[in-house]
């Protein structure tokens, strides 16, 4: 039995060269586990950025697209407010005389085509007679004497309504105002 006992712990004693290499294979696999691994949270992270990037790309271009189509029709809506420039006009005139029949008409055409116009974003802008003058939002075209010292820097008479598409003003209030 001691011969025995003796042949098994030549058998578990193994050179320490062999053992070594074992421990370093051991250890490379480790590190490049580990090298993977890091890695692997690299790549990941990249992906992440990669995606959020693409998800605010995404919102970036469907709000562009939203203001373009809330904007697309200006060129359009521009050329036709001359048009209802002289609709308005020519109302005025008819408010001063003319057959019934003819107003009526008139005026239904000229209804329907501010209503048109107006479920295209067109809404006429708020100056009004008496209100302060604001270079950001009115257009100056002449200033006069002011009747009274209360109308100084006022609106005195509106000479072309300004128009605005959604809140975007594309034709200022032409006016005159009160020095």
Not at 123 to 144: L, M, P, R, V, W
């Amino acid at each position: 039995m001691a011969t025995k006992g003796a042949k098994t712990t030549k058998k578990k004693t193994t050179d320490p060269k062999k053992q070594a290499k074992k421990t370093s294979k051991g250890s490379n696999l480790e590190t490049k586990i580990e090298e993977l691994n890091h890695s692997l949270e690299q790549e990941k992270e990249k992906f992440l950025r990669l995606f959020a990037e693409f998800e605010n790309f995404k919102k970036r271009t469907s709000k562009e697209r939203l203001e373009l189509f809330k904007t697309a029709n200006q060129e359009v809506i521009s050329s036709l407010i001359p048009v209802l420039d002289d609709f308005n006009r020519a109302n005025q005139q008819i408010e001063k005389g003319a057959e019934s029949i003819d107003v009526d008409g008139f005026k239904l055409i000229y209804n329907k085509f501010f209503e048109v116009l107006k479920s295209s974003g067109l809404n006429s802008t708020t100056a009004k007679i008496g209100d302060a003058f604001d270079a950001e939002y009115h257009e100056a075209i002449t200033q006069i004497p002011a009747p009274t010292e209360a109308d100084k820097g006022k609106i005195i008479d509106i000479v072309e309504t300004g128009y605005q598409l959604g809140d975007r003003i594309i034709r200022y209030p032409k006016v005159v105002v009160g020095q």
